[in-house]
Protein backbone atom coordinates (compact mmCIF):
# COMPACT_ATOMS: atom_id res chain seq x y z
CA UNK A 1 0.00 0.00 0.00
CA UNK A 2 1.68 3.21 -0.98
CA UNK A 3 -1.09 5.10 1.14
CA UNK A 4 -1.45 8.72 -0.27
CA UNK A 5 0.88 9.55 -2.80
CA UNK A 6 1.32 13.55 -4.15
CA UNK A 7 2.72 14.72 -7.23
CA UNK A 8 4.77 16.61 -8.33
CA UNK A 9 6.63 16.98 -4.55
CA UNK A 10 8.08 20.47 -5.57
CA UNK A 11 6.96 23.19 -8.36
CA UNK A 12 8.45 26.86 -9.02
CA UNK A 13 5.60 28.75 -10.32
CA UNK A 14 5.82 32.68 -11.96
CA UNK A 15 2.53 34.94 -10.78
CA UNK A 16 -0.57 34.16 -13.15
CA UNK A 17 0.85 30.44 -13.91
CA UNK A 18 -1.69 27.67 -14.00
CA UNK A 19 -1.27 24.04 -12.38
CA UNK A 20 -3.23 21.49 -11.02
CA UNK A 21 -1.75 19.36 -7.88
CA UNK A 22 -2.76 15.15 -7.76
CA UNK A 23 -3.54 13.47 -5.23
CA UNK A 24 -4.27 9.47 -5.33
CA UNK A 25 -4.74 7.56 -2.07
CA UNK A 26 -5.59 3.68 -2.10
CA UNK A 27 -7.15 2.79 1.34
CA UNK A 28 -10.32 3.00 -0.34
CA UNK A 29 -11.22 6.35 1.90
CA UNK A 30 -14.53 8.27 1.15
CA UNK A 31 -13.16 11.54 2.55
CA UNK A 32 -9.95 13.29 1.33
CA UNK A 33 -8.53 17.07 2.61
CA UNK A 34 -6.56 19.44 0.81
CA UNK A 35 -4.50 21.51 3.01
CA UNK A 36 -1.86 24.58 3.34
CA UNK A 37 0.36 24.93 5.72
CA UNK A 38 2.17 28.70 6.47
CA UNK A 39 5.23 28.90 9.04
CA UNK A 40 2.64 30.24 12.21
CA UNK A 41 -0.49 29.30 10.69
CA UNK A 42 -0.98 25.62 11.16
CA UNK A 43 -2.87 23.50 8.63
CA UNK A 44 -5.81 25.04 6.87
CA UNK A 45 -8.18 23.27 4.94
CA UNK A 46 -9.02 24.48 1.87
CA UNK A 47 -11.78 21.65 0.80
CA UNK A 48 -12.97 18.72 1.47
CA UNK A 49 -14.81 15.99 -0.43
CA UNK A 50 -16.95 13.50 1.76
CA UNK A 51 -17.76 11.19 -0.71
CA UNK A 52 -17.19 10.60 -4.72
CA UNK A 53 -18.91 13.40 -6.72
CA UNK A 54 -19.20 16.00 -3.63
CA UNK A 55 -16.91 18.71 -2.69
CA UNK A 56 -17.43 21.51 -0.11
CA UNK A 57 -15.18 24.41 0.67
CA UNK A 58 -13.16 24.46 3.57
CA UNK A 59 -11.19 27.24 5.79
CA UNK A 60 -9.26 28.98 3.02
CA UNK A 61 -10.86 28.22 -0.62
CA UNK A 62 -10.41 31.56 -2.64
CA UNK A 63 -8.20 31.00 -5.26
CA UNK A 64 -8.16 27.47 -5.68
CA UNK A 65 -10.48 24.77 -7.24
CA UNK A 66 -10.58 21.09 -6.65
CA UNK A 67 -11.77 17.87 -8.37
CA UNK A 68 -12.61 14.01 -7.01
CA UNK A 69 -12.66 12.23 -10.13
CA UNK A 70 -13.21 8.85 -8.62
CA UNK A 71 -13.08 7.67 -5.42
CA UNK A 72 -9.21 7.79 -5.21
CA UNK A 73 -8.30 10.62 -7.02
CA UNK A 74 -8.49 14.60 -5.23
CA UNK A 75 -6.91 17.20 -7.25
CA UNK A 76 -6.18 21.17 -6.38
CA UNK A 77 -6.26 23.16 -9.48
CA UNK A 78 -4.52 26.96 -8.69
CA UNK A 79 -5.83 29.13 -11.72
CA UNK A 80 -3.84 31.97 -11.40
CA UNK A 81 -1.11 31.61 -9.09
CA UNK A 82 -0.22 34.12 -6.69
CA UNK A 83 2.56 34.82 -4.61
CA UNK A 84 0.70 34.64 -1.45
CA UNK A 85 -0.27 30.85 -2.30
CA UNK A 86 3.47 29.78 -1.91
CA UNK A 87 3.18 27.24 0.76
CA UNK A 88 3.03 23.35 1.59
CA UNK A 89 0.07 21.88 0.45
CA UNK A 90 -1.06 18.44 1.84
CA UNK A 91 -3.70 15.96 0.49
CA UNK A 92 -5.07 13.70 3.11
CA UNK A 93 -7.37 11.16 3.09
CA UNK A 94 -9.87 9.31 5.94
CA UNK A 95 -12.76 7.05 6.07
CA UNK A 96 -16.23 8.27 6.52
CA UNK A 97 -16.84 9.53 10.27
CA UNK A 98 -13.48 9.31 11.37
CA UNK A 99 -12.14 12.65 10.24
CA UNK A 100 -9.47 12.79 13.17
CA UNK A 101 -7.85 9.83 11.84
CA UNK A 102 -6.34 11.70 8.63
CA UNK A 103 -3.22 9.74 6.85
CA UNK A 104 -1.38 12.75 4.98
CA UNK A 105 0.67 12.12 1.53
CA UNK A 106 4.36 13.73 1.93
CA UNK A 107 3.03 17.60 0.27
CA UNK A 108 4.26 19.29 -2.63
CA UNK A 109 6.40 22.81 -1.73
CA UNK A 110 5.08 25.46 -4.07
CA UNK A 111 7.23 28.10 -4.58
CA UNK A 112 4.74 31.35 -6.40
CA UNK A 113 7.76 34.18 -7.68
CA UNK B 1 -9.33 33.66 20.43
CA UNK B 2 -8.33 30.58 18.64
CA UNK B 3 -10.29 27.37 18.51
CA UNK B 4 -7.33 25.43 19.12
CA UNK B 5 -3.95 26.77 21.30
CA UNK B 6 -0.60 25.61 21.75
CA UNK B 7 2.79 26.97 22.78
CA UNK B 8 4.81 26.92 19.59
CA UNK B 9 8.03 26.10 21.89
CA UNK B 10 10.25 24.97 21.60
CA UNK B 11 10.10 22.73 24.26
CA UNK B 12 13.78 21.59 25.18
CA UNK B 13 13.71 18.37 27.31
CA UNK B 14 16.57 16.56 28.26
CA UNK B 15 17.10 12.64 26.66
CA UNK B 16 15.26 10.31 29.46
CA UNK B 17 13.02 13.03 30.90
CA UNK B 18 8.95 13.04 30.18
CA UNK B 19 8.04 15.68 27.72
CA UNK B 20 4.51 17.42 28.50
CA UNK B 21 2.66 18.72 25.71
CA UNK B 22 -0.70 20.80 25.93
CA UNK B 23 -3.46 21.89 24.27
CA UNK B 24 -6.66 24.06 24.70
CA UNK B 25 -9.39 24.27 22.68
CA UNK B 26 -12.78 26.83 22.63
CA UNK B 27 -15.73 24.28 21.28
CA UNK B 28 -16.75 23.49 24.75
CA UNK B 29 -19.00 20.73 23.17
CA UNK B 30 -16.10 19.17 21.13
CA UNK B 31 -15.74 15.41 21.62
CA UNK B 32 -12.55 13.76 19.66
CA UNK B 33 -9.30 14.49 20.01
CA UNK B 34 -5.96 13.49 18.20
CA UNK B 35 -2.55 14.12 18.32
CA UNK B 36 -0.05 14.12 15.53
CA UNK B 37 3.21 14.49 15.05
CA UNK B 38 5.19 16.07 12.16
CA UNK B 39 9.28 15.72 11.72
CA UNK B 40 10.42 18.49 10.01
CA UNK B 41 9.74 18.92 6.16
CA UNK B 42 7.76 15.78 6.22
CA UNK B 43 4.03 15.04 6.40
CA UNK B 44 2.04 14.82 9.69
CA UNK B 45 1.49 11.46 11.07
CA UNK B 46 -0.86 10.01 13.51
CA UNK B 47 -0.07 9.32 16.93
CA UNK B 48 -3.06 8.75 18.85
CA UNK B 49 -6.78 9.49 20.17
CA UNK B 50 -8.35 10.23 22.93
CA UNK B 51 -12.07 10.82 23.67
CA UNK B 52 -12.77 10.65 27.52
CA UNK B 53 -11.83 12.32 30.50
CA UNK B 54 -8.60 10.96 32.08
CA UNK B 55 -5.61 8.97 30.80
CA UNK B 56 -5.03 7.13 27.93
CA UNK B 57 -1.65 4.97 27.56
CA UNK B 58 0.17 4.11 24.32
CA UNK B 59 3.75 2.64 25.05
CA UNK B 60 5.92 5.66 26.01
CA UNK B 61 2.82 8.19 25.11
CA UNK B 62 0.01 9.11 27.54
CA UNK B 63 -2.79 11.39 26.55
CA UNK B 64 -4.64 13.31 29.23
CA UNK B 65 -8.05 14.91 28.25
CA UNK B 66 -9.90 17.34 30.85
CA UNK B 67 -13.17 18.17 29.04
CA UNK B 68 -14.32 20.76 31.95
CA UNK B 69 -11.20 22.86 31.88
CA UNK B 70 -11.10 22.65 28.15
CA UNK B 71 -7.41 20.90 27.67
CA UNK B 72 -5.61 17.96 26.00
CA UNK B 73 -2.13 17.07 26.99
CA UNK B 74 0.17 14.86 25.37
CA UNK B 75 2.92 12.86 28.06
CA UNK B 76 6.25 11.27 26.52
CA UNK B 77 7.93 9.47 29.06
CA UNK B 78 11.68 8.64 28.58
CA UNK B 79 12.10 11.16 25.26
CA UNK B 80 14.67 10.20 22.90
CA UNK B 81 16.16 12.47 20.48
CA UNK B 82 14.44 10.54 17.87
CA UNK B 83 11.26 12.39 19.75
CA UNK B 84 11.95 15.67 18.32
CA UNK B 85 9.40 16.65 16.13
CA UNK B 86 6.44 19.17 16.42
CA UNK B 87 3.32 17.91 17.94
CA UNK B 88 -0.25 19.03 16.70
CA UNK B 89 -2.97 18.62 18.44
CA UNK B 90 -6.88 18.11 16.09
CA UNK B 91 -9.78 18.91 17.81
CA UNK B 92 -13.05 17.71 15.96
CA UNK B 93 -16.01 20.10 16.28
CA UNK B 94 -19.51 19.39 16.65
CA UNK B 95 -21.26 21.30 14.01
CA UNK B 96 -23.19 20.34 10.71
CA UNK B 97 -23.04 16.68 8.88
CA UNK B 98 -19.20 17.36 8.06
CA UNK B 99 -17.20 16.97 11.57
CA UNK B 100 -15.45 20.03 11.20
CA UNK B 101 -11.65 19.31 12.48
CA UNK B 102 -9.76 22.04 13.60
CA UNK B 103 -5.46 21.78 13.86
CA UNK B 104 -3.70 23.49 15.99
CA UNK B 105 -0.29 25.52 14.91
CA UNK B 106 1.99 22.63 16.79
CA UNK B 107 4.08 22.55 19.59
CA UNK B 108 7.88 22.24 18.75
CA UNK B 109 9.70 19.63 21.17
CA UNK B 110 13.47 19.31 21.40
CA UNK B 111 15.15 16.39 23.08
CA UNK B 112 18.80 16.94 24.04
CA UNK B 113 20.74 13.89 24.31
New interface residues.
Partial sequence: NAGVTQTPKFQVLKTGQSMTLQCAQDMNHNSMYWYRQDP????R?IY?S?SEGTT?KGEVPNGYNVSRLNKREFSLRLESAAPSQTSVY?CASSER?R?????????TRLTVT | QKEVEQNSGPLSVPEGAIASLNCTYSDRVSQSFFWYRQYSGKSPELIMSIYSNGDKEDGRFTAQLNKASQYVSLLIRDSQPSDSATYLCAVRGSSGGYQKVTFGTGTKLQVIP
Avoid at chain 1, 99 to 107: A, D, I, V
Fill in positions: GMGLLYADFDELEQYFGPG
